[in-house]
Structures are given as C-alpha cells and as structure tokens.
C-alpha cells in the first residue's frame, strides 16, 4: 500500500472499514481529465513564477500527460485506499517521476482542487447539454413547420377548450427548452469561476498566479475570495435546478404524448423503434420510452433536494460532507443528456394523426367562446354573451347537437343578433384564424414564430 500524503502525523494505519467507507474514488474517478488538465495548468504557474524551476514543470507535465493515456488506456489501477482521484494521480505521478511530483502540491490543497475539477466537468456537461437543447428545438420547429395544417383540441383541466394548430402546440415546449437553455447559460457565468490557488481556505503564502491559471485554463474569473471558493456549491445546486426543471417539461410532454397514442386519444403513434411490448399481451405497443423519462424525473428532482440538503447545515468552510456531491451530480446530468437525446432522435418518428386530431376538435363545444365573442361583435355585453351562448350548448346537448349543427331558428332563439353569418364564425378555420392576437394561434403568428425560430437556431 501507498503511503498517504497527509500521514505525517498518525501512526495508527487507517483502518480498512475507514478506507472503504471514505473512498469517493468509483465515483470520482470520472473527473481525472479535469484533474489532470488543472494540474497541468498548476505546474506552468509554479514554474512562470519560480516556485518550481521549467526542468521540473516539464517532468511533472510529462509524468501527468502519460498518467491521463494511462487511465484512457484501462492500464490505471484504482484502489480504495487512495481515498479519491486528486490522491491516485498524485502517487502515480510519484511512482512515475520521483520526489518532484511531491512539489505539484505546493500553493493548493484538494478543497480547492475538487472545486475545480467540479466547476471543469460542469462546464463541459453544461454546453454539452446547451447544445443538445439546440438540436431538440430544432427538431421542434422542424415538426411545427411540417405540421401547419393540423388542428387539435387545446385543453384546460383536461377537458377541451379551444381548438390550436398543432404547430402551435409544438412551438410551445420550443419555447420551454429555450427558456431551459437560457437558464443554462446564465448558469455558466457562475459555473465558468476558477478557485484554484484558494488552498485549504485562508489562501497560500505562496506568490501565485491565479489568473495566469486561469487563463490557462480558458476561465474568464478568478474566485474573489478563498474562504467561498472551497465551501461553495451554489454552482452544482443551480445547475440541478436548471436541470429539474427541464426534466419537468420533458415529463409533461411524456405525460401528454402517453396521453396522445392511447386508443381513447389516437392523437399519435410511436414508431415501433421507439416502442417496447409486453411479455405477456401480445397486441400491446407500450410508450416506455416516454413513461421512462417521466419516471426518471423523480430521481433529478431527488438529487436536487439531495444536494440542498447536503449544503444546508454546513458552516464554513469545506466539508467531507461535501465529498457526497458528485454522484447525484453525475447522474442527474448522465440522465439530462440522455433525455434530450432520446426525446430529439424519437419525436420525428411518431405518427400524428390528423384526422382524430380534427375530429376531436369539431366535437365537444370548443366554439362556445366564438358564439360568444360573435354576439359581442354585433355590440352584446361580453358577459350576457357568455350567458347566452352558455344556454345554447345546454340546448344542443339536450338535442346531442354541437352549436353549428342547430338549426339558424335554433341559434336565434338566444338571440335576435344571430344571423347566418355565425356559421362561417363558428368554423375550426376561422376560429384559429381570428386569434391573432401576440402569440395567438393564428397560422400567420405560428409561421412568424416558427421564422424567428429558425433565425435563433441559425437553419
Ligand atoms: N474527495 C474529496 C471531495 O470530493 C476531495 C477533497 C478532500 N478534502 C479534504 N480536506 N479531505 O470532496
């Protein structure tokens, strides 16, 4: 067994049940590209101002250089009483180089070397994850665009209200993912702040260059102060936020697409590619995909509370408590990806069925509110309008009739004001065509947006 670099002054060995029980390495070991690029950037700065001579640098990048092939290689050996990745690189490179690799330590300690491996592995996943979103809006307008002449019902409580262009419908979780993608952005600038050089909390007596570091490595800020620098994980904390909520958008859109290829919606269809059977039922074609992610959410939403209920209690400054971070980190972000990149390879293979769509759209008094805005249009009080039109669906459902089935004597006799006309108002065309107001669903506001769309997302 290796020695352990802070054992100067113990002279019991760490007990076994110890070593396995503050390992983080399974975990953690994920993060050695960030760990040894940081390193890497550590060494040019002790060597730009003189702490350790080029000759040494030199060797020390080397030896880190041939650990990272090492690991890619599988040829690494990981072992638990080596406690986490900072400590398994830090033997190797003894192994590998000699005492020198001692010095890579000076002006740092793993409280701000974590932190930065953290902030690194966050920034990558964080535009990986941007730029997935941006696929997946693509797909979304891309599906609006070939869909602008199909109706649905829009709903409220689940019942049907209003009838909406699909497209319409598609453009709203557009919407969504970009206000997901925004928030990951913002995200970013808190993300994107390096601490190294922030050592245990208090700093280093060491003349160190922090910005020479983080230029090195491409961050635009240095951590003002050392003592937040190695206690904060606000970052991770309002990136599980950003990341929850997208996740709740990708479950609604489960739910309603769950909704949609059952046999009482037929709304759509999933590709059998994307659809599993039962062991059991032959006929059946199950949405799994859709109910997985919804599921899946639960567990994001939970690493969230995870983590601000890791934070909550601690005082300054860094925490072995703080060690737990890193697996509901990794697998919210693991989950995230695989959402979107499921969601944006399965959408374009579902089946709409237009024809249900427009037929649960002509059905169900979805004009009732146009009857009533047509008898405010010939200068009704919008309100006795409302009443007005509200008597004549309790007439046509007494008669199982839909408002533009009555007969014109019908309609009249709820008002004088009724005259042919309203047929032509009381159509699922006209009835999208007038909502022209912003961001109604009129087709020339959807293909507006759908352009503004296109011009965001450069296609
Ligand atoms: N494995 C630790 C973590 O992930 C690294 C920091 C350890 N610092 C310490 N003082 N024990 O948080």
Redesign the pocket.
């Known amino acids: 067994m290796s020695e352990k670099p802070w054992d100067g002054r113990f002279s019991q060995r760490t007990d076994k049940l110890v070593e396995a029980f503050t390992s ?1 390495i399974q975990i ?1 070991r994920r993060l050695y590209e960030y760990d040894i690029a940081g390193s890497i950037a550590h060494c040019k700065m002790l060597a730009k101002v003189g702490i350790i001579t080029d000759d040494e640098a030199s060797t020390l990048v080397q030896g880190l250089e041939r650990i990272k092939t090492e690991i890619e290689q599988g040829q690494f050996r990981f072992d638990d009483s080596l ?2 990745i ?1 400590m398994h690189i830090e033997d190797r490179l003894f192994q590998l180089v000699g005492t020198v690799a001692r010095k890579l330590h000076t002006a740092r ?3 701000d070397q ?1 932190a930065l491996d953290v902030r690194m592995y966050l920034r990558a996943e964080t535009l990986n994850i941007i730029s997935r979103l941006k696929e997946l809006r693509k797909v979304f307008v891309n599906l609006a665009k070939a869909n602008m002449d199909v109706v649905l019902p829009g709903y409220t409580h689940l019942q049907r209200a209003q009838p909406v262009l699909l497209s319409h419908h598609l453009m709203a979780y557009y919407e969504m993912f970009t206000r997901d993608s925004e928030r990951f952005r913002d995200c970013l600038k808190r993300i994107n702040v390096m601490p190294l050089g922030s050592a245990a909390l208090a700093g280093t007596t060491y003349p160190i260059d922090r910005h020479c570091t983080a230029e090195l490595l491409n961050f635009p800020k240095v951590s003002a102060n050392s003592m937040d620098s190695v206690a904060d994980r606000d970052f991770v904390i309002e990136f599980l936020s950003d990341a929850s909520l997208c996740m709740v958008h990708f479950s609604r859109l489960s739910e309603e697409l769950i909704l949609w290829s059952s046999a009482e919606f037929g709304f759509a269809e999933f590709s059998d590619a994307f659809s599993t059977g039962s062991s059991i039922m032959p006929q059946k074609k199950n949405p799994d995909v859709a109910e997985l992610v919804r599921g899946k959410t639960g567990g994001v939403f939970g690493h969230l509370i995870a983590l601000l209920t890791l934070m909550k209690s601690l005082p300054m400054t ?1 925490n ?1 408590d ?2 737990e971070d ?1 697996k509901p980190l990794f697998e919210a972000a693991d989950t995230l990806k695989a959402c979107i990149e499921i969601y944006a390879a399965m959408l374009p293979t579902m089946k709409i069925n237009k024809e249900a769509m427009y037929h649960a759209a002509s059905s169900g008094f979805l004009n009732a509110t146009d009857m009533a805005d047509y008898l405010a249009s010939k200068g009704m009080p919008f309100r006795e309008a409302h009443s007005c039109a509200g008597k004549a669906v309790a007439y046509a459902l007494r008669r199982k009739k839909e408002l533009h089935e009555l007969r014109l004597e019908e309609l009249q006799t709820f008002s004088s004001l009724i005259s042919e006309d309203i047929f032509k108002f009381l159509t699922i065309e006209q009835m999208i065509d007038r909502r022209k107001s912003h961001g109604g669903t009129a087709a020339e506001n959807v293909i507006a947006a759908v352009k503004e769309a296109e011009k965001q997302l450069e296609i």
């Open positions: 983080s953690d406690e986490d900072h300690s793993r409280n974590v860094y072995r703080m060690q890193k």
